[in-house]
């Protein structure tokens, strides 16, 4: 009876989140035709936009009219429509609240129907993505693309067809989003760890980690510099090469570090690297220990030298951009370079750091591509491209 309760009590904070996320919909879905759709180019090959100007110029009449026939109807009966926006809005916020209140250790930890596997020959393949799972429109100004929606299909089968053992997302801004990754992958996975860096006003930190090997531990820390509008942190699953095993065999680490060019934003990247080198020093097992994530730092910068060179070998040394601009540049108008900012890296022993690297092979490096030459912003996965690489474990000395 206990477990029983103890299981009924562990999925109500997926509950509560879930339905917050619901009600918050509305909210969004008006904001992204009012924000967004109005004034996104009317051009039919770009964004959402219909295959034929003329119906698209008459989609956008049909929302400017609910527009003007809100505002007459919030003017004929303000108190009844405004108290129930209001309403509305406390109630996302409490069940929100409560959601992430009744979180165990600031995650939460979703059992997939598959069972754990095992890892064969040593070999484990690792994946990172960042999807631009924002709600509201504003995958359109943050990354170019449409709404996740309009990806999810192709996204899913992506991660199918690559079939890692250990996926680390960034931008799961959605809860909405999350349980439809849960929905379609659930047979394949058996573990999903996702709502980390509780915040209920702002933002979770994005992070999703999905896992179809035996968990031995999993954490997330908030990062110390973080603001109230986004809650970003790193996630720490230590995984078994079999579920029988005592103790694991290998440390992923996913994370999403923060964006922006000016110095203080570097200073906060440097900042939240220390946190995660700092973290991994106190860590008990001795163990390979593999970073992954958008790290928002351009590979070969001085800022990497600087931040990453010392500490991580990295797996990726193609000269390929991980992230495009011109998708977004699409949107805005702003001519950016494309970028190498995602990694998938191996913490070095040498760097002092109770890790084990001799022996420890990162192969088979590959992007996996989310757009085309054509940066076509109906069609592209994302504006970062996934990154896989197979672990390979089996000439080290852990």
């Not at 064969?120 to 449409?146: I, P, R």
């Not at 942190?233 to 290998?250: H, I, N, W, Y």
Request: with cysteine.
């Amino acid at each position: 009876m206990s477990a029983l309760f103890e299981c009924c009590f562990e999925s109500c904070d997926r509950a509560f989140l879930d339905l917050s996320s619901k009600l918050t919909e509305p909210f969004c879905s008006t904001y992204e035709l009012l924000r967004y759709r109005l004034v996104e180019p009317l051009d039919p090959a770009k964004f959402d936009n219909c295959p034929m100007r003329v119906q698209e110029v008459g989609v956008r009449i049909l929302i400017s009219l609910s527009l003007v026939l809100g505002a007459l109807l919030c003017l004929a009966a303000p108190v009844p429509v405004l108290g129930f926006i209001v309403i509305l809005a406390i109630a996302r916020t409490v069940l929100r609240a409560a959601g992430f209140a009744l979180q165990k250790e600031g995650f939460t930890h979703v059992r997939g129907e598959a069972r754990e596997k095992i890892v064969q020959d040593s070999v484990c393949k690792l994946m990172t993505w960042n999807v631009c799972g924002v709600a509201g429109g504003m995958s359109l100004d943050h990354g170019g693309v449409v709404h996740w929606r309009s990806r999810l299909d192709r996204i899913v089968e992506t991660i199918r067809r690559e079939g890692p053992e250990v996926l680390v997302l960034q931008e799961i801004y959605d809860a909405a989003l999350a349980e439809a990754l849960i929905k379609h992958l659930k047979t394949e996975y058996a573990h999903f760890y996702l709502h980390l860096g509780p915040n209920v006003v702002g933002s979770v930190g994005g992070c999703m980690v999905l896992s179809q090997c035996a968990v031995h531990d999993f954490s997330h820390t908030s990062f110390t510099n973080n603001d109230w509008t986004l809650n970003r942190g790193f996630a720490v699953l230590e995984m078994k090469a079999d579920p029988r095993d005592e103790q694991p065999c290998a440390r992923i680490i996913g994370t999403h570090l923060i964006h922006g060019q000016e110095p203080q934003d570097r200073t906060k990247r440097m900042e939240q690297m220390a946190q995660i080198v700092n973290d991994v020093a106190s860590r008990r097992f001795k163990i390979p220990t593999v970073l992954a994530g958008d790290l928002n730092i351009e590979k070969g910068s001085w800022e990497e030298s600087q931040t990453l060179a010392f500490c991580l070998e990295h797996a990726y040394q193609g000269e390929e951009p991980t992230c495009t601009n011109r998708l977004v540049a699409q949107w805005d108008g702003i001519d950016r370079p494309d970028e190498r900012i995602d990694y998938i890296s191996l913490f070095k022993a040498s760097a002092g750091l109770p890790v084990v690297s001799e022996g420890v092979v990162l192969k088979d490096c590959h992007l996996v591509p989310a757009f085309d030459a054509s940066y076509n912003t109906k069609t592209a996965l994302s504006d970062h491209c996934g990154l896989v690489v197979s672990l390979d474990l089996a000439k080290s000395s852990a």
